[in-house]
T-cell receptor
């Protein structure tokens, strides 16, 4: 499997429900980031969690990081139709300076059903 | 406060032609990154540049691809003699880079150039 691999590949839930996406990686990291990509657009940064952090919150987003399992999860609570997008995790694997070479997973396509 | 600007948004080329993709980083950002995204896949790192310097081009094919970030003007990703396999979305990102802490922050992405090869 590739560095920064997400699961599930696709997720459909009803509006108002919570959505959980997972990401696994292989090598040691300094930080892990989650990005959102709407169809035909660029990536929007959501949240960054450093390797010495275990959990981080930002609005309706909650990210956890387990460096012993080399995995992270993104939880979106009280989902909205506007949350429909693809979500990618990215690590700094291979970077020499901390963040210059992001390695992305294949993403989770989230669909919120109104 | 403009974000990362990429142009063109869509580019169509015939096999053998050259493609030039432009990226203007966010104001105040001196570090530029190029990524390629194939359909239904994540982004793949290509090259990292600072003004007038290529820092890391380990993700860029050795032939036909080149990148620059001149002292003045946008960063350019150039693909010579394009082939069908070059069809993809090419994204540029930028970040400030005045200190080590800034390098650990997020990269800011443009909306990409979708390159189609006929």
């Amino acid at each position: 499997s590739q560095q920064g691999e997400e699961d599930p590949q696709a997720l459909s839930i009803q509006e108002g429900e919570n959505a959980t996406m997972n990401c696994s990686y292989k090598t040691s990291i300094n930080n892990l980031q989650w990005y959102r990509q709407n169809s035909g657009r660029g990536l929007v940064h959501l949240i960054l969690i450093r390797s010495n952090e275990r959990e981080k919150h930002s609005g309706r987003l909650r990210v956890t990081l387990d460096t012993s399992k080399k995995s992270s999860s993104l939880l979106i609570t009280a989902s909205r139709a506007a949350d429909t997008a693809s979500y990618f995790c990215a690590t700094d694997e291979g970077s020499n300076f901390g963040n210059e070479k992001l390695t992305f997973g294949t993403g989770t396509r989230l669909t919120i059903i109104p | 406060n403009a974000g990362v600007m990429q142009n063109p948004r869509h580019l169509v080329r015939r096999r053998g032609q050259e493609a030039r993709l432009r990226c203007s980083p966010m104001k105040g950002h001196s570090h530029v990154y190029w990524y390629r995204q194939l359909p239904e896949e994540g982004l793949k790192f290509m090259v990292y540049l600072q003004k007038e310097n290529i820092i890391d081009e380990s993700g860029m094919p050795k032939e036909r691809f080149s990148a620059e970030f001149p002292k003045e003007g946008p960063s350019i990703l150039r693909i010579q003699q394009v082939v069908r396999g070059d069809s993809a979305a090419y994204f540029c990102a930028s970040s400030p880079g005045m200190d080590a802490r800034a390098l650990r922050g997020p990269q800011h992405f443009g909306d990409g150039t979708r390159l189609s090869i006929l």
